[in-house]
């Protein structure tokens, strides 16, 4: 026996003892896998810690509190393979039984408003209240309200063509949109005509033709909000 022959019947040996001691992550789908049997066993108890504190003064008032939640539900490792990831349902549940024990109710968000992606694997079967809460939140889990924002504003496709009608010395080194664009805000307008828009407390305006409304627009906001 060579050299390479022993080598490979050495990692046989180690793949059959993972598998035998569940150290091998499970795939679940072709391709995507979740932690191995083990390591849930150590990492994903089947219920919290969550203690049960009461505060002496709950709030009352009507603010909420805003969680950011990822809606991205798979990360592909260097050799192709893809966690089954997401948020972890007691890194999300526990806080808000904390929240909700103190009077506050919380609004549920994702960068886009994509539906909220858990680790059901890691979800505490044994833990009544967090899965309560959790199917409380359910909807909300499901239906989040977006961190982006919309907005109109001078289109890039327009700054692009500055240089050729002398507006420019020059082609610019980056573009306001692209770089919004990047940060997840959505520029809702393709042409220059005047446009504005309101988007929560975002007030925008598509250039020079916009000016009058948007000045109008902006007013009678802060005035609501202050006035």
Request: charged content about 25%; proline content about 6%.
């Amino acid at each position: 026996m060579n050299m390479q022959d022993l080598l490979d019947k050495a990692k046989d040996t180690l793949d059959n003892a993972k598998n035998t001691l569940g150290l091998e992550p499970q795939e679940t789908e072709a391709g995507i896998y979740i932690p191995s049997t083990s390591s849930l066993k150590i990492a994903a108890p089947n219920k919290t810690n969550y203690d049960h504190t009461e505060y002496d003064d709950p709030y009352t008032g009507d603010k909420k509190i805003m969680m950011v939640c990822t809606e991205e539900q798979y990360m592909t490792m260097e050799n192709g393979n893809k966690f089954d990831t997401g948020n972890h349902p007691v890194e999300m549940m526990v806080p808000l039984l904390h929240f909700k024990q103190a009077g506050f109710d919380v609004d549920v968000f994702t960068p886009n408003g994509e539906s909220v992606k858990v680790e059901q694997w890691a979800m505490p079967e044994d833990d009544d209240e967090v899965k309560q809460l959790y199917s409380e939140y359910e909807s909300k889990f499901e239906s989040p309200k977006s961190i982006g924002y919309k907005m109109v504003a001078f289109p890039t496709v327009m700054d692009k063509q500055m240089p050729k009608i002398g507006y420019l010395p020059g082609t610019m080194p980056w573009y306001f949109g692209e770089k919004l664009e990047d940060l997840g805000v959505t520029i809702d307008n393709k042409l220059v005509s005047g446009q504005t828009h309101q988007d929560r407390k975002l007030i925008s305006g598509d250039g020079p033709l916009a000016a009058n409304d948007f000045g109008k627009m902006s007013a009678k906001a802060l005035l609501k909000e202050f006035g």
